[in-house]
């Protein structure tokens, strides 16, 4: 009897454990596509902080970080708070070290990350019409990447969700 109960158990927990891994799967999906949207918004108004309010880099990260959401806002944040504290920090460096923390608590791809990765180097390093551009063409890339991601995450959420359930009940039934 406490045998069959334990199999029960333990059954039952494998299940919902798949089932808890695909559901993780599915909501990382989403994640992805609400976090690239989060970044164009606030690259949109550091833009504008930037090219038609003309902030120093510093101050216009701090004011967009506060408007971002989260993961948004701890990168802009860092990228901001690297250049205030460490004396003869580039923009680069900067914008590279909050790129980290995106890295460690975003959902965003290594494409995603490339992209952001690769307008470091172009991040204060030209005039206000070259930014606005710079920062434009970003925006288009993100946008891009952003709609994959949700035509991604509408197609292989079902999967992850259903797959996780199904990998439950096929390690249960092998195991029975």
Do not use: H
Not at 18 to 43: E, H, M, P, T, W
Request: aromatic residues 8%; hydrophobic residues 45%.
């Amino acid at each position: 009897m406490v045998a069959m109960l334990v199999k029960i158990v333990g059954g039952l927990l494998t299940f919902l454990a798949c089932g808890a891994y695909g559901l993780a799967g599915a909501k990382s999906l989403d994640n992805r596509v609400r976090q690239l949207k989060s970044i164009r918004f606030a690259l949109a108004i550091l833009e504008k902080e930037i090219t038609y309010l003309q902030n120093p880099l510093p101050r216009a990260l701090q004011k967009t970080a506060l408007l971002a959401e989260p993961p948004t806002r701890q990168f802009l944040a860092v990228a901001a708070g690297c250049l205030e504290r460490r004396g003869g920090v580039t923009a680069e460096e900067a914008w590279l070290e909050g790129i980290k923390t995106l890295q460690e608590n975003s959902d965003l791809s290594e494409t995603d990350l490339f992209l952001l990765q690769s307008f470091a180097s172009r991040l204060g390093m030209s005039d206000t019409e070259e930014q606005k551009k710079a920062f434009q063409l970003l925006g288009e890339e993100i946008k891009q990447l952003e709609d994959s991601a949700f035509k991604t995450a509408a197609t292989e959420k079902k999967l992850w969700t259903y797959g996780g359930f199904l990998l439950g009940t096929l390690v249960v039934l092998l195991l029975l």
